[in-house]
Protein backbone atom coordinates (compact mmCIF):
# COMPACT_ATOMS: atom_id res chain seq x y z
CA UNK A 1 0.00 0.00 0.00
CA UNK A 2 0.61 3.81 -0.53
CA UNK A 3 3.55 4.84 2.19
CA UNK A 4 4.08 8.18 2.78
CA UNK A 5 6.89 9.23 5.97
CA UNK A 6 7.96 12.59 6.40
CA UNK A 7 10.75 13.60 8.40
CA UNK A 8 13.40 16.34 9.37
CA UNK A 9 10.59 18.81 11.39
CA UNK A 10 11.70 20.47 14.37
CA UNK A 11 12.18 23.93 16.07
CA UNK A 12 14.38 26.69 14.11
CA UNK A 13 14.40 30.40 14.69
CA UNK A 14 13.38 33.02 12.20
CA UNK A 15 15.58 32.94 9.48
CA UNK A 16 17.13 29.46 10.02
CA UNK A 17 16.75 26.21 7.46
CA UNK A 18 15.34 23.24 7.88
CA UNK A 19 15.26 20.21 5.05
CA UNK A 20 12.43 17.79 5.61
CA UNK A 21 12.11 14.56 3.74
CA UNK A 22 9.66 12.02 2.28
CA UNK A 23 10.38 8.45 2.26
CA UNK A 24 7.71 7.27 -0.66
CA UNK A 25 7.09 3.38 -0.85
CA UNK A 26 3.97 0.59 -2.81
CA UNK A 27 3.79 2.76 -6.02
CA UNK A 28 6.21 4.04 -8.48
CA UNK A 29 7.52 7.19 -7.11
CA UNK A 30 8.67 8.78 -10.51
CA UNK A 31 5.39 8.16 -11.95
CA UNK A 32 3.44 10.95 -9.88
CA UNK A 33 3.68 14.40 -9.08
CA UNK A 34 4.42 15.01 -5.34
CA UNK A 35 3.58 18.29 -3.32
CA UNK A 36 4.33 19.47 0.39
CA UNK A 37 0.95 20.84 1.72
CA UNK A 38 0.68 22.03 5.34
CA UNK A 39 -1.31 22.91 8.17
CA UNK A 40 -0.95 26.03 11.01
CA UNK A 41 -2.61 25.55 14.33
CA UNK A 42 -6.31 26.45 13.88
CA UNK A 43 -5.92 26.44 9.85
CA UNK A 44 -6.82 24.54 6.47
CA UNK A 45 -4.44 22.29 4.31
CA UNK A 46 -2.85 24.46 2.20
CA UNK A 47 -0.71 23.49 -0.58
CA UNK A 48 3.16 24.90 -0.71
CA UNK A 49 4.86 23.47 -3.47
CA UNK A 50 4.13 20.69 -6.41
CA UNK A 51 6.80 18.98 -8.90
CA UNK A 52 6.63 16.98 -11.69
CA UNK A 53 7.56 13.36 -11.98
CA UNK A 54 10.74 13.43 -13.47
CA UNK A 55 11.67 16.46 -11.35
CA UNK A 56 12.49 18.88 -13.79
CA UNK A 57 9.03 21.24 -13.09
CA UNK A 58 8.77 22.60 -9.69
CA UNK A 59 6.10 24.79 -8.57
CA UNK A 60 5.41 27.16 -5.52
CA UNK A 61 2.72 28.61 -3.41
CA UNK A 62 3.42 32.60 -3.28
CA UNK A 63 3.85 32.80 0.44
CA UNK A 64 7.46 30.43 -0.35
CA UNK A 65 8.88 31.07 -3.41
CA UNK A 66 12.45 31.83 -3.56
CA UNK A 67 12.35 30.70 -0.03
CA UNK A 68 11.60 26.97 -0.22
CA UNK A 69 12.85 24.18 -3.02
CA UNK A 70 11.41 21.24 -3.91
CA UNK A 71 13.84 18.58 -5.04
CA UNK A 72 13.41 14.70 -5.37
CA UNK A 73 15.64 12.08 -5.87
CA UNK A 74 13.86 8.99 -7.84
CA UNK A 75 16.58 6.54 -7.27
CA UNK A 76 15.92 6.82 -3.49
CA UNK A 77 12.37 6.99 -3.94
CA UNK A 78 12.73 10.06 -1.62
CA UNK A 79 11.14 13.83 -2.02
CA UNK A 80 12.32 17.04 -0.26
CA UNK A 81 11.61 20.56 0.67
CA UNK A 82 14.50 23.05 1.50
CA UNK A 83 13.33 25.90 3.54
CA UNK A 84 15.13 28.85 4.12
CA UNK A 85 14.66 32.28 5.47
CA UNK A 86 12.47 30.92 7.82
CA UNK A 87 9.44 32.67 9.32
CA UNK A 88 6.97 32.37 12.28
CA UNK A 89 4.15 32.48 9.67
CA UNK A 90 5.65 28.86 8.04
CA UNK A 91 5.04 27.37 11.72
CA UNK A 92 2.81 24.03 10.68
CA UNK A 93 2.72 20.74 10.51
CA UNK A 94 3.86 19.59 6.86
CA UNK A 95 2.73 16.70 4.99
CA UNK A 96 3.97 14.68 1.87
CA UNK A 97 1.37 14.47 -0.54
CA UNK A 98 0.82 11.64 -3.62
CA UNK A 99 -1.17 14.85 -5.90
CA UNK A 100 -1.59 18.49 -7.09
CA UNK A 101 -2.92 21.35 -5.78
CA UNK A 102 -6.44 19.61 -5.12
CA UNK A 103 -4.38 17.79 -2.41
CA UNK A 104 -6.82 15.25 -2.59
CA UNK A 105 -4.32 12.24 -2.59
CA UNK A 106 -2.55 10.12 -0.37
CA UNK A 107 -0.49 11.69 2.54
CA UNK A 108 2.17 10.86 5.18
CA UNK A 109 1.64 11.79 9.24
CA UNK A 110 3.48 14.94 9.19
CA UNK A 111 5.91 16.55 10.74
CA UNK A 112 5.96 19.32 12.93
CA UNK A 113 7.74 22.77 12.20
CA UNK A 114 8.24 25.65 14.47
CA UNK A 115 9.61 28.76 13.67
CA UNK A 116 9.68 31.05 17.24
CA UNK A 117 12.17 33.38 18.91
Known amino acids: QVQLVESGGGSVQPGGSLRLSCAAS????????MSWARQAPGKGLEWVAG????????SYADSVRRRFTIFRDNAKNTLYLQMNSLKPEDTAVYYCVRDGRLLEGPRGQGTEVTVSS
Open 51 to 58: ITGDGVIP
Open 26 to 33: GFAFSNYF
